[in-house]
């Protein structure tokens, strides 16, 4: 049975930072992408960052772009985002995800795993 479990969310001032982290069991984690999303009070669930199963390879949303982090430790089941320059417009919940292949996909559909999610608030 995987599981996924972020941690990290708060409060945080316009222009601070945050890192997110997401520690995942059940399937061989080195297998598989993982993905960032969020997802804010009546919007959609949004990616904002992929990393593939190496980590070689990484997406950000055009919003995050150069501000945001995303990385993984496969020795240690984690993967990571950090946040800097955050925004108002950052608010929302955070979601990790795994997806069912080495290479990340962009959508939420792709990904049949998810987390509970952490807040992310962000005051002007």
């Known amino acids: 049975q995987v599981q996924l479990v972020e941690s990290g969310g708060g409060l945080v001032q316009a222009g601070g930072s945050l890192r997110l982290s997401c520690a995942a069991s059940g399937r061989t984690f080195s297998s598989y992408a993982m993905g960032w999303f969020r997802q804010a009070p009546g919007k959609e669930r949004d990616i904002v960052a992929a990393i593939s199963r190496s980590g070689v390879s990484t997406y950000y949303a055009d919003s995050v772009k150069g501000r945001f982090t995303i990385s993984r430790d496969n020795a240690r089941n984690m993967v990571y985002l950090q946040m800097n320059s955050l925004k108002p417009e950052d608010t929302a919940v955070y979601y990790c995800?795994?997806?069912?292949?080495?290479?990340?996909?962009?959508?939420?559909?792709?990904?049949?795993?998810w987390g509970q999610g952490t807040q992310v608030t962000v005051s002007s």
């Open positions: 995800a795994q997806g069912q292949a080495s290479y990340y996909r962009l959508g939420a559909l792709e990904y049949p795993y």
